[in-house]
T-cell receptor, first 112, second 114 residues
């Protein structure tokens, strides 16, 4: 079963535009992580946000977390063609085993 | 090593064959995870090791799936009597410790069962 669900399932934008992806989850969490997966490759960790944090930045990435709505968003600013990939959120349930549960992902295409 | 490695990268098996998938984690990483990723889906947890101990195997879909990490480093995921529904990418990840930490993923093994 998958706890996190990303939205939209697919996103197509032009280079230079911003891309926003959302993740909703069902149960209380310890933390939420975002990963990127290029076609045919493994996942690459992007950013981790803890349940007591509301916003984090890393380069062109901005992640927000709203625990009252059980949702998170990933914003990629000034997108590049190289950002084309699938993006997954992963949560680990509070009081659970710290094993992350992944959503189905958002497929992002950035057109040059 | 530089990262998590997996072999083979691609495996084609006839239905009923046994397969073994190997994972070499980052040196010194205590935790090792196996995931199954179907086409168009996110990774689904299979099993987890802390050193050589298999602490959670709740995600293994059937008793045809078996994983081991005998010396606390390299791990092998074995699938017996493969079936078509086993076709997927099998991902291995390692982390320094279980908990609030980053997982480092290997490139995966794409298994196709004919």
């Amino acid at each position: 079963s998958q706890q996190g669900e990303e939205d939209p399932q697919a996103l197509s934008i032009q280079e230079g535009e911003n891309a926003t992806m959302n993740c909703s989850y069902k149960t209380s969490i310890n933390n939420l992580q975002w990963y990127r997966q290029n076609s045919g490759r493994g996942l690459v960790h992007l950013i981790l946000i803890r349940s007591n944090e509301r916003e984090k930045h890393s380069g062109r990435l901005r992640v927000t977390l709203d625990t009252s709505k059980k949702s998170s968003s990933l914003l990629i600013t000034a997108s590049r063609a190289a950002d084309t990939a699938s993006y997954f959120c992963a949560t680990d349930a509070a009081g659970g085993s710290y094993i992350p549960t992944f959503g189905r992902g958002t497929s992002l295409i950035v057109h040059p | 090593g530089a990262g998590v490695s997996q072999s083979p990268r691609y495996k084609v098996a006839k239905r009923g064959q046994d397969v073994a998938l190997r994972c070499d984690p980052i040196s010194g990483h205590v935790s090792l995870f196996w995931y199954q990723q179907a086409l168009g889906q996110g990774p689904e947890f299979l099993t987890y090791f802390q050193n050589e101990a298999q602490l959670d195997k709740s995600g293994l879909p059937s008793d045809r799936f078996f994983a081991e990490r005998p010396e606390g480093s390299v791990s092998t995921l074995k699938i017996q009597r493969t079936q078509q529904e086993d076709s997927a990418v099998y991902l291995c990840a390692s982390s320094f410790f279980l908990g609030d930490d980053t997982q480092y993923f290997g490139p995966g093994t794409r298994l196709t069962v004919l």
